[in-house]
């Protein structure tokens, strides 16, 4: 659990890495981002690395129970996958600089050792995906002919690059507008039922 100032780092060093790229990111920079000194900055965080794996831990409980709830609930699939999309595009719309920090794996190879952090959110979310497709499968609510990980492999690059044409595109409209349209396209292309 992070306090109040942590949040508020993590966020101005999810903020700088979008505005101005992750060779910005330093405790430095960040302490004049938020309005305090760089050794308050290290009173929070060892390291820059020490920060960033935060950021992925903050991401992370943002992103985790979107992917749980959807797995638990009892809604038919086609509107429990609608829901999600609708829920985790609201939450990308509300928090646009988070938008490039989880779509951009990139922002992390500058520290190749978060590299094995970023591949355990990413086959954990994966993996709760795929148990949402698997479910649905398992009931004949979903087609079986292909592995529920490729469902969900399939399901999160829709989502990165719908996510990529909003964010090219300056936010132009709303995620909202592409939910019921993804939703129906999965709905049809998984079969769900």
């Known amino acids: 659990m992070h306090t109040p100032r942590q949040i508020e780092l993590i966020e101005a060093a999810i903020a700088l890495t979008s ?15 938020v309005g305090i000194s760089e ?3 290290y009173r929070h965080f060892d390291n820059k690395q020490d920060l960033l794996k935060a950021v992925l831990g903050y991401l992370d409980a943002l992103l985790f129970p979107l992917l749980s709830d959807l797995v638990k609930t009892q809604d038919p699939p086609q509107s429990a ?9 609201t939450l990308i719309e509300q928090n646009k600089a988070f938008t490039l920090m989880v779509f951009s794996e990139e922002t992390f ?4 050792s978060l590299k ?3 591949l355990a959110l990413l086959e954990a979310n994966l993996a709760l995906l795929a148990k949402f497709f698997a ?3 398992s009931t004949g609510r979903c087609r079986s002919d292909i ?11 829709a ?3 719908s996510v990529s044409h909003w964010h090219l595109n300056g936010n132009d409209r709303t995620l909202s507008d592409v939910t019921q349209q993804l939703g129906q396209t999965f709905t049809t292309l998984f079969s769900l039922t």
């Open 109 to 112: 190879n500058v520290e190749p």
């Open 39 to 41: 050794a308050a900055v």
């Open 147 to 157: 592995s529920a990980h490729q469902l969900a492999i399939i399901t999160f690059g």
């Open 81 to 89: 996958l609608t829901n999600f999309l609708n829920q985790l595009f």
């Open 135 to 137: 479910n649905t499968a």
């Open 159 to 161: 989502i990165r690059l």
């Open 116 to 118: 094995g952090d970023l």
């Open 19 to 33: 505005s101005e790229g992750i060779q910005k990111l330093t405790m430095r920079n960040i302490a004049t981002h």
